[in-house]
C-alpha cells in the first residue's frame, strides 16, 4: 500500500498505528484472494458454473456475484468468504483514512487551519523544539568557556529564545500528551433521577467546589426543586457526553471510531480521535461551567438552566443559534436526547455532512436538510411521529389502511427459548434508531458511513427489530431492519433484511451457526407476527430457508421485483436490495428481480 | 586595548538586545539559530580562535565546550574535529578522541577534495 507523506509530520504514535494496520490490511487482502480462488473453484465445478460465468462480468461486481453464487453452493463458507472482505474492506479503509488525515494535513498547513496542524503534529514540533534547547545549551556552554573573549555575543537573545522554547515545549508536550489519555466510562444514567446529588457531583466534575452550595440554593429555591435538580442531571449528563466525545469536525468519519455502544460507554476511542478532540472537549468543559455560574446568578434559575442546557446541547451537536432560529426545541426534548445519548451520532452526522456526498456536490443541501429534519424533531420532541407522518415517509407507507398502519407503527415483541436462553424481541423506531447500526455490521454507524444511516432514520418504510439477551443487559445483542415496500401492482409487502449481531456478543458467546439461527428465528418469527397481524406477505432470504423450516413455517420461492419508493434521507442503504450497499435514492425505483422467499398469512 | 579586544568586547546593548520576532521565526522554522540570535561570522570566528586559544593554553575542556558551541551556531571547520580529538585525548576520553579523528580525517578528504583546505584565520593547531 503506497503511503502519502506528510510534509509537515505527523505524531509518531499515528505512523506507528498506521503501519500496524496496513501490515494487517496487506494479510487480510492476500486470505481474501485464496479464499476468492477457492470459492471460483467451488462455484465453476458446480451446477451454478454457467450462472457463474455470466455473473461475474455483471457491472454489480464479481464480488457479490460470487458470494450470492456462493451462498447457493455452501452457505457457511460463502458467510466466511463475506466476513473475511469485510474486514479486509474494514481494515483498508482504516488506512485510507488515516492517509486521508494525512493529506488534509498537508492541505490545511496551506491555509488559515495552520493553527491545528500546528497541534496536530505537537509531536514533531516538541521534538524541533527539544533539539533547538539542546543547541542553545551549548552555544551557553560555549560562551561562558570563552568568558570575556565572547563579550559582545547576544546573550539576551540567547535567554529569549531559551526561555520561549522552554515554555513551548512544555505547552506542546501536554498537548501531545491528550492523545494518550484515558477516558472516563460514560456515566450511563437511565434516568434523570440517576444522581443522588447533581449539584455536588457538577461542581466536582468542574473542580469548582464553590458551584455547589450556589446551585443546591438555586435548586432549595426553585419552584420546582425536583425539576431543577432533573435539569441539573441533564446537564452532567451533557458534560459527561461532551468532555469525552469526539470532534467529528477535526477527527472525521472512519472505521477507527469504536464499532459498539459498550466501546463508546468504555470511552475506548482510539488516540487520533483523543487527541483531535481535546481542545474542543476542554472548550466544551469550560462552556458548561460558564452556563452554571450564570445560572447561579440568574434571577430565575430554573428558566436560565433550562435555556442554557438547550442552546448548549444544540451547540454541541454543531449548529449555531442563526441557524436553528426557526427551531421550538424543548427541555424536555433534550432531556430526552440526553438520555439517548444523542449527543454523539447528532454531532458526528452534522459535522461529516460533507463527506457524504459521493463526488456528487448538489447533493451536500439535501444531506443538510435531510440531517438538520432529523435532529430539529429530536430536539423538538416529535421525532418518531415525524418520521412516519411526513409526507415522503407518508408516500412510502400508502396503500396500508388504518389498522395496517397502526400495526405496522406498533411496538410488538416475542420470546423464543432454546432451553438455555430466552431471547425477546422489540421494534425501534425513535431515540434508539441512530445506535442500531452499532449493534454488529459497522458499515452504516453514524461515524463511519453516516449517509447510510440516514434513510432508516428519516424513513418510516423501515423499522429496526432488536433482540434483548437477558446475559446481555447492556444493549440489544442484535438487530434486522424490516421494511415496508411495494411490489409493482402497487400492494404493500413486508421486506425483512439479514441480522447482525453485536461484535462484543459475538466475541463473548462465539459465532456458532446454530447460535446464529437461534437468533435469526427470534427475528423471523417477529416478522412473521407482524405479517400476520398486518395481513402481508413476507419476503425473507433464501438463506434462511433452514430457519423458516425449524419455525414450522412454509415460504416459496420468488423471482419478482420490488418497488423503492423514493427516500426521506436522500440515500437508501441495503445489502440484498441492490449491489450498491448504498445510493441516492431521491425517486421511486424498482429493483432487479430478488430471488427471495414469501411468506403468506 | 587591541581592535580585536574592543570587537570582542562590544557594547552592553548588542548583549542585551532582544528581538522577539526573530525568536518566534526561529520556533516556526524560518530562520536558524545564528540567524534568530543575529550572530555575526565574525563572532563565530572569534569564538573559534578563542577555542584554539584555549587549548593552547592547556585549557581542554572550555575548547571542547567552545568548539561544541560553534557547531551548535552552524558553523563547521576540519579542524574542531582535529581540536575535539586532542581535548578529548589529553581528558583521557579515547573513544570520543578516536571518533573525533574519524570525523577529521573525513573532512580533510572532503575538504581537500571539494575546495583545497585552508586553515582558520588567525591560527593553527
Not at chain 1, 168 to 195: F, H, Q, W, Y
Not at chain 1, 314 to 343: F, R
Not at chain 1, 482 to 507: A, N
Request: aromatic share 6%; proline share 5%.
Amino acid at each position: 500500500m503506497s503511503k502519502i507523506q506528510n510534509p509537515r509530520g505527523v505524531p509518531q504514535a499515528f505512523e506507528q498505528y498506521r503501519g500496524q494496520v496496513a501490515s494487517k490490511a496487506e494479510a487480510k487482502a492476500e486470505q481474501v484472494q485464496g479464499a476468492k480462488l477457492n470459492a471460483e473453484s467451488r462455484l465453476e465445478q458446480s451446477a451454478l458454473s454457467q450462472s457463474w460465468a455470466k455473473a461475474k462480468d455483471a457491472p454489480w461486481g464479481a464480488d457479490t456475484a460470487l458470494t450470492t453464487l456462493l451462498e447457493q453452493v455452501n452457505p457457511w463458507r460463502a458467510g466466511q468468504l463475506n466476513n473475511l472482505m469485510q474486514t479486509s474492506t474494514r481494515l483498508a479503509t482504516v488506512v485510507h483514512s488515516f492517509d486521508a488525515f494525512c493529506e488534509r494535513l498537508a492541505a490545511a498547513s496551506q491555509g488559515p487551519d495552520s493553527e491545528k496542524v500546528t497541534q496536530t503534529t505537537a509531536r514533531g514540533q516538541h521534538n524541533r523544539r527539544t533539539e533547538l534547547l539542546g543547541l542553545v545549551d551549548r552555544v551557553r556552554t560555549a560562551v561562558k568557556a570563552a568568558g570575556a573573549a565572547a563579550g559582545s555575543f547576544p546573550t539576551g537573545q540567547l535567554d529569549a529564545i531559551e526561555g520561549q522554547l522552554k515554555a513551548d515545549a512544555t505547552v506542546i508536550l501536554n498537548t501531545a500528551e491528550r492523545g494518550g489519555r484515558v477516558l472516563k466510562p460514560s456515566l450511563r444514567l437511565k434516568s434523570l433521577d440517576g444522581l443522588k446529588d447533581p449539584a455536588a457531583h457538577l461542581a466536582q466534575e468542574l473542580g469548582s467546589p464553590e458551584l455547589a452550595d450556589g446551585l443546591q440554593a438555586a435548586m432549595a429555591g426553585a419552584e420546582d426543586p425536583k425539576a431543577f435538580g432533573q435539569s441539573l442531571t441533564a446537564t452532567a449528563i451533557l458534560l459527561d457526553e461532551a468532555q469525552a466525545a469526539p470532534d467529528y469536525s477535526q477527527a472525521g468519519k472512519g472505521w477507527f471510531h469504536p464499532s459498539s455502544r459498550r466501546d463508546y460507554r468504555a470511552r475506548t476511542h482510539d488516540a487520533f480521535s483523543r487527541f483531535a478532540s481535546a481542545g474542543r472537549q476542554e472548550d466544551s468543559r469550560a462552556a458548561v461551567k460558564d452556563l452554571l455560574q450564570n445560572v447561579v446568578g440568574a434571577k430565575d434559575p430554573s428558566a436560565a438552566l433550562d435555556a442554557g442546557l438547550v442552546g448548549r446541547f444544540l451547540k454541541e451537536i454543531g449548529y449555531s443559534a442563526k441557524q436553528t432560529a426557526d427551531w421550538k426545541p424543548t427541555p424536555g426534548a433534550v432531556k430526552e436526547a440526553l438520555l439517548g445519548e444523542l449527543l454523539l451520532p447528532l454531532r458526528a452526522l452534522n459535522e461529516t455532512k460533507h463527506t457524504m456526498t459521493k463526488g456528487d456536490d448538489a447533493l451536500l443541501p439535501q444531506i443538510e436538510t435531510s440531517i438538520a429534519n432529523v435532529a430539529q424533531h429530536i430536539v423538538e420532541g416529535d421525532y418518531a411521529d415525524w418520521r412516519y407522518d411526513n409526507p415522503v415517509s407518508a408516500h412510502q407507507l400508502g396503500g396500508l389502511d388504518d389498522k395496517q398502519l397502526a400495526t405496522w407503527k406498533s411496538d410488538q415483541s416475542v420470546k423464543v427459548d432454546n432451553g438455555q436462553t430466552q431471547l425477546q424481541t422489540r421494534e425501534e423506531d425513535g431515540l434508539g434508531l441512530p445506535w442500531v447500526t452499532k449493534i454488529g455490521g459497522p458499515s452504516h454507524g453514524f461515524d463511519y458511513g453516516g449517509e447510510c444511516l440516514l434513510p432508516l432514520i428519516s424513513n418510516g418504510r423501515t423499522k429496526a427489530i432488536l433482540i434483548d439477551d437477558p446475559k446481555w443487559p447492556d444493549n440489544a445483542a442484535a438487530r434486522s431492519y424490516i421494511r415496508l415496500l411495494h411490489r409493482e401492482d402497487g400492494s404493500p409487502t413486508l421486506y425483512l433484511e439479514p441480522f447482525q449481531r453485536d461484535f462484543p456478543h459475538r466475541e463473548t458467546f462465539g459465532d456458532a451457526p446454530e447460535l446464529n439461527d437461534f437468533f435469526y428465528s427470534a427475528i423471523v418469527k417477529h416478522a412473521v407476527q407482524k405479517a400476520d397481524e398486518m395481513g402481508l406477505p413476507l419476503s425473507i432470504g433464501r438463506q434462511y430457508a433452514g430457519v423458516i423450516e425449524g419455525l414450522g413455517l412454509e415460504a416459496e420461492p420468488v423471482d419478482h421485483a420490488l418497488v423503492l419508493r423514493a427516500s426521506n434521507g436522500v440515500y437508501e442503504a441495503s445489502d440484498t436490495l441492490s449491489g450498491k450497499h448504498d445510493w441516492p435514492q431521491m425517486a421511486d425505483e424498482v429493483t432487479d428481480p430478488l430471488q427471495r422467499l414469501e411468506y403468506r398469512p | 586595548m587591541s581592535k580585536q579586544q574592543l570587537e570582542l568586547a562590544g557594547s552592553l546593548k548588542a548583549k542585551t538586545k532582544t528581538n522577539p520576532k526573530a525568536v518566534a521565526r526561529l520556533l516556526d522554522g524560518r530562520v536558524t539559530l545564528p540567524d534568530a540570535l543575529g550572530v555575526s561570522d565574525a563572532q563565530i570566528e572569534g569564538l573559534r580562535r578563542q577555542a584554539i586559544a584555549m587549548y593552547e593554553a592547556g585549557k581542554p575542556q572550555a575548547c571542547v565546550d567552545i568548539v561544541l558551541g560553534v557547531t551548535a551556531l552552524g558553523s563547521v571547520h576540519p579542524l574542531d574535529a582535529l581540536l575535539l580529538s586532542r581535548c578529548y585525548r589529553s581528558l583521557g576520553r579515547t573513544t570520543d578522541a578516536d571518533v573525533s579523528e574519524a570525523h577529521y580525517a573525513e573532512l580533510m578528504a572532503l575538504a581537500v577534495e571539494t575546495q583545497g583546505f585552508a586553515g582558520p584565520a588567525g591560527g593553527a593547531a
